[in-house]
């Protein structure tokens, strides 16, 4: 599959950018926090949790790009990257929510986040070919 690899490496980047300023104390970090365990909260993260992660983003950004095509339309693109996010992404994060009594507020803003994740995603991919 012909996959537009600097295309994925930008839209890789922008979703981790994005999830940086989600995270951050001014938007939704306070309490995201608030509604997580705050012992680990507490240690803040290594600098290697930043580094596998953006890998993990390479990754899933590649995959929707297979996924998508290398000629899918901009609002192709859009409507796939909302139904991952919302029917994938956040279904399954509210199972394992559900059964490991995680909120519903921390479900609602990491499942409003990877909504975002894969519409950045489809943003950037249907729009650099």
């Known amino acids: 599959m012909e996959v537009n690899f600097l295309a994925v490496l930008a839209a890789a980047l922008?979703?981790?950018?994005?999830?940086?300023?989600w995270y951050s104390?001014?938007?939704?970090?306070?309490?995201?926090?608030?509604h997580s365990d705050p012992q680990k909260m507490?240690?803040?993260?290594?600098p290697v949790v930043f580094i596998v992660s953006?890998?993990?983003?390479?990754?899933?950004?590649?995959?929707f790009a297979i996924l998508i095509g290398p000629d899918?339309?901009?609002?192709?693109a859009l409507y796939a990257g909302a139904a991952i996010?919302?029917?994938f992404v956040t279904m399954c994060f509210g199972i394992n929510y559900l059964f490991s009594g995680r909120s519903v507020m921390?479900?609602?803003?990491?499942?409003?986040?990877?909504?975002v994740q894969f519409l950045?995603?489809?943003?950037?991919?249907?729009l650099w070919h």
């Open 106 to 115: 921390l479900l609602l803003i990491d499942g409003a986040y990877h909504i």
């Open 72 to 76: 899918a339309s901009l609002i192709l």
């Open 54 to 63: 953006f890998i993990f983003y390479f990754i899933s950004a590649w995959a």
């Open 120 to 126: 950045i995603y489809g943003l950037v991919l249907g």
């Open 85 to 87: 996010g919302i029917l």
């Open 14 to 21: 922008a979703a981790f950018i994005v999830g940086g300023i």
């Open 25 to 34: 104390p001014k938007v939704f970090g306070k309490l995201w926090t608030k």
């Open 42 to 46: 507490k240690a803040g993260h290594k």
